[in-house]
């Protein structure tokens, strides 16, 4: 059903005091579409809404909304309204929502927590940002090392409710050390009086508190795990970082490579809810930096610009071929760049692979640049009556341009990761300027030595 026919039909019940039926109606939608309906209402509609919501709805609902509808409707609910919110949800949500509340409100939950939540949420709060700690959760389903299969089970069934997944289980000693992990079906078809060590799987991955958390998701992609063991220097296991969380952790890091790669600096702000003046600070270092650069390009029309003007037709030839050079080799050095951003990301290429990346894109360069070169070198002759020599050494300076383009593509984000800086900031803007100054300094070079000497 479309959602504004379901949100028209929500809207029509709250503004008819039908509480029983809006109840209903809301116990057949997904949490995520309640969030999505309680942030279009008012104040008191969405505290009228949350409350008649049974608690553990309410807490999954409260996690999926913004955090401006969460410090409103924090401000509305009473203080056992909050510690009940809070008991209630997941330990690693609570935390992320939270880490995006200001002091006060968050002074405030703490205060209505109790002692043991309050401690495990600051325990949470003092990993470093964007770290596998960070981003973990402990509600996760352990075994000791002694149990049968039918203890493991048992217990499962008794703690099952307050785990945020039991489709993969952790075995550990009686110090903590992580043993192995059991996935739930291998549990529930093995025999109830085998050792649950028989059962586990004891070539369990995991990470480190400390990790850092794009790591982290990216050995969840890699091995497609539902969840990924978080174990501490010595081994323990204090916590869980679940597919979901890998996920959002991928699109944050997707949507930060995004915003360099085109020259922003990175915002977590959605586009709508940003200011015009953040959003014009988030442009303009980038742009500044690139103008600046680009004077390079000036200086090099500067320094033949008396040549230019005396070389009549050629140098108004040479002129006209200038857009087509720099625009060629930036999209040729843009298309390098991106390949080994993304390979970077992905882990396909590593520092090791620049000699073998170079000799690749140096024969894809000298490939690309004959073809562009020969066709651009027909165009100039039949459909701008240049003489062959010209044509020969523009379509030269093109075929140059664009192996020099790749080269630069693929190596600068190498570099980049190199000295420990974000490849993704070595993308199509910063391609393009660096190959605008070279492809002139090449065409001019080749001008200089066989038209203009």
């Known amino acids: 059903m479309d959602w504004e026919i379901i949100h028209s039909r929500l809207m029509h019940l709250i503004e008819g005091g ?3 039926e809006l109840r209903g109606a809301l116990m057949m939608l997904n949490v995520v579409d309640i969030a999505q309906f309680m942030q279009s209402l008012d104040g008191q509609s969405m505290l009228m809404v949350f409350r008649m919501l049974p608690k553990d709805v309410s807490a999954e609902v409260f996690a999926y909304m913004e955090p401006e509808q969460q410090e409103q409707l924090i401000g509305l609910i009473g203080d056992s309204e909050i510690r009940a919110l809070i008991d209630e949800m997941f330990l690693d949500d609570a935390v992320d929502t939270l880490e995006e509340l200001p002091a006060n409100v968050v002074k405030r939950v703490l205060a209505n927590t109790s002692p043991e939540t309050r401690a495990l949420i600051n325990q949470f709060l003092q990993y470093p940002d964007y770290t596998a700690g960070s981003i973990m959760t402990i509600e996760f389903a352990e075994f000791h090392s002694n149990y049968t299969v039918r203890q493991a089970m048992d217990s499962l069934r008794k703690t099952g409710l307050d785990k945020e997944t039991i489709y993969t289980c952790y075995v550990i000693d009686e110090k903590r050390h992580l043993m192995g992990s059991v996935a739930l079906r291998h549990l529930i078809m093995a025999e109830d009086d085998a050792p649950i060590t028989e059962v586990m799987d004891s070539a369990v991955i995991s990470v480190r508190t400390l990790d850092d958390q794009e790591s982290v998701a990216d050995t969840v992609r890699k091995y497609d795990l539902i969840a990924i063991p978080v174990v501490d220097n010595e081994n323990r296991l204090v916590g869980i970082v679940t597919v979901d969380d890998a996920m959002d ?5 997707n949507t930060e490579d995004l915003e360099k790669m085109n020259a922003l600096l990175p915002s977590e702000d959605e586009y709508l809810k940003t200011s015009v003046w953040r959003l014009a600070w988030n442009r303009l270092p980038w742009l500044l930096f690139l ?5 390079l390009t000036g200086l090099i029309i500067t320094y033949y610009e008396d040549v230019l003007l005396n070389a009549g037709a050629i140098g108004v030839a040479l002129t006209a071929c200038i857009p087509i050079l720099m625009g060629t080799g930036g999209n040729a050095g843009s298309q390098a760049s991106t390949l080994m951003i993304r390979g970077l990301a992905l882990g396909e290429v590593e520092l090791k692979d620049i000699p073998r990346i170079l000799w690749r894109e140096i024969r894809v360069g000298v490939m690309l640049g004959a073809v562009l070169g020969v066709v651009n070198f027909l165009r100039m002759i039949w459909l701008n009556g240049l003489d062959w020599v010209t044509a020969l050494v523009v379509a030269g300076s093109l075929f140059l341009t ?6 630069l593509g693929c190596t600068l984000p190498m570099f980049a990761k190199k000295i420990n800086l974000d490849p993704a900031l070595m993308a199509s803007p ?6 605008d100054a070279g492809s002139l ?3 001019f070079g080749l001008a200089s030595r066989f038209l203009l000497g």
């Not at 952790?249 to 890091?253: A, D, G, R």
């Not at 103008?291 to 004077?295: E, K």
């Not at 910063?430 to 190959?435: E, G, Q």
């Open 291 to 295: 103008m600046i650069t680009a004077t």
């Open 430 to 435: 910063m391609i393009t300027t660096l190959v």
């Open 249 to 253: 952790v991928i699109e944050e890091e």
């Open 18 to 20: 039908r509480r029983t």
């Open 402 to 407: 664009v192996i020099m383009a790749k080269a």
């Open 441 to 443: 300094a090449i065409m």
